[in-house]
């Protein structure tokens, strides 16, 4: 069902920050630049409107436009997978089918927060409707207990979803319970791949056996996790020990600014300007975004994440 190019996808899948004005509107002018800078530095693939791009806050037009944006901008020269949950199924069902007709390479969605499936069941009934409306493309299970709040035995719904989403390509496993990744790729025997959704954590994700990462900071430091792949794929565990390291310092200096709006600072402090969070997440001051900067610079970010601008 899916192109040779899909089903052998791993490495790294960039969740794409939105860019914004200081009013927090869209800005989508410098997305061209932000999709060939990944790509230059060896990013695999593109997801957009997932958390990191806040596309819970976005209308549907917006979400709408911010795809056309990164689908346009990639040329197909590295898949982009548009992140299409919503609380509403039917409203979801209706980005799916735009990424469809826009020439997206997938599409993947969290399940609705406010009204939660209840039952496996109820959860494979709900993706249902959202892939229907783009059956042909790969669909990608976003599982974010945290975010979702579902007591979901993963690995069982895994097992059932394999015959009643066919279309599901993936799970974008967002936990710190590496057992659990283990069990579904245990149950599903490769007919699925699992992308780990925890930066900080990559290296052990990998050694659990996914087939890779998306994440936000890969937008800003992917060289970082690039080395890291190379090493763990070298069987230098050292160096890729030290490389994830490094990696859980940064987070832990962006993190108290915010997740979304320390990292959407950040961006502009390596050039790719993306501009503020949108309400209800907050606006980092300028004082607050000099102060990161300067723990950064303390960190040691800028030597071997990116250069500052």
Same mark, same amino acid.
């Given at each position: 069902m899916?192109?040779?190019?899909?089903?052998?996808l791993t490495?790294?899948i960039?969740?794409?920050?939105?860019?914004?004005?200081?009013?927090?509107?869209?800005?989508?002018g410098i997305?061209p630049?932000?999709?060939n800078?990944?790509?230059?530095?060896?990013?695999?693939?593109?997801?957009?409107?997932?958390?990191t791009?806040?596309?819970v806050?976005?209308?549907?037009?917006e979400?709408?436009?911010?795809?056309?944006?990164?689908?346009? %901008? =990639?040329?197909?020269? @590295?898949?982009?997978?548009?992140?299409?949950?919503?609380?509403? *199924?039917?409203? #979801? +069902?209706e980005?799916?089918?735009?990424?469809?007709?826009?020439?997206?390479d997938?599409i993947?969605?969290?399940?609705?927060?406010?009204?939660?499936?209840?039952?496996?069941?109820?959860l494979?009934?709900?993706?249902k409707?959202?892939?229907?409306?783009?059956?042909?493309?790969?669909?990608?299970?976003?599982?974010?207990?945290?975010?979702?709040?579902?007591?979901?035995?993963?690995?069982d719904?895994v097992e059932?979803?394999?015959?009643?989403?066919?279309?599901?390509?993936a799970?974008?496993?967002?936990?710190?319970?590496?057992?659990?990744?283990q069990?579904v790729?245990?149950?599903?025997?490769?007919?699925?791949?699992?992308?780990?959704?925890?930066?900080?954590?990559?290296?052990?994700?990998?050694?659990?056996?996914a087939?890779?990462?998306?994440?936000?900071?890969y937008?800003? %430091? =992917?060289?970082?996790? @690039?080395?890291?792949?190379?090493?763990?794929?070298?069987?230098d *565990?050292?160096? #890729? +020990?030290?490389l994830?390291?490094l990696?859980?310092?940064?987070?832990r200096?962006?993190?108290?600014?915010?997740?979304?709006?320390?990292?959407?600072a950040?961006?502009g402090?390596?050039?790719?300007?993306?501009g503020?969070?949108?309400?209800?997440l907050?606006?980092?001051s300028?004082?607050?975004?000099?102060?990161?900067?300067?723990?950064?610079?303390e960190?040691?970010?800028?030597?071997?994440?990116?250069?500052?601008?």
């Amino acid at each position: 069902m899916f192109n040779q190019n899909i089903k052998s996808l791993t490495g790294l899948i960039a969740a794409t920050f939105t860019p914004m004005d200081n009013s927090g509107q869209l800005a989508l002018g410098i997305v061209p630049t932000i999709v060939n800078q990944l790509i230059s530095e060896g990013v695999a693939g593109l997801y957009v409107c997932g958390g990191t791009g806040e596309g819970v806050s976005l209308t549907n037009a917006e979400r709408k436009l911010t795809a056309e944006a990164f689908v346009t %901008a =990639a040329n197909g020269r @590295v898949p982009v997978f548009v992140q299409v949950g919503q609380n509403s *199924l039917y409203a #979801a +069902q209706e980005l799916a089918q735009h990424a469809a007709e826009i020439g997206a390479d997938g599409i993947s969605a969290i399940t609705p927060t406010y009204f939660k499936p209840g039952s496996i069941k109820a959860l494979i009934d709900s993706l249902k409707i959202i892939t229907d409306g783009a059956p042909d493309l790969p669909f990608i299970y976003y599982h974010f207990p945290a975010k979702s709040g579902l007591p979901l035995d993963l690995p069982d719904f895994v097992e059932q979803a394999a015959t009643k989403l066919p279309s599901l390509f993936a799970v974008k496993f967002t936990d710190s319970k590496l057992h659990d990744l283990q069990a579904v790729l245990a149950v599903t025997n490769g007919r699925i791949k699992v992308f780990f959704g925890t930066d900080e954590m990559l290296l052990g994700g990998l050694a659990a056996g996914a087939s890779g990462g998306i994440g936000s900071t890969y937008n800003f %430091a =992917a060289p970082l996790y @690039v080395k890291l792949i190379q090493a763990w794929q070298n069987g230098d *565990l050292a160096e #890729a +020990q030290r490389l994830q390291a490094l990696s859980v310092k940064m987070v832990r200096t962006f993190v108290p600014f915010g997740g979304i709006e320390g990292q959407k600072a950040m961006m502009g402090m390596v050039g790719l300007e993306c501009g503020p969070a949108r309400l209800p997440l907050n606006t980092l001051s300028a004082e607050a975004i000099d102060q990161l900067r300067s723990n950064l610079q303390e960190a040691g970010f800028f030597d071997w994440g990116r250069p500052a601008h």
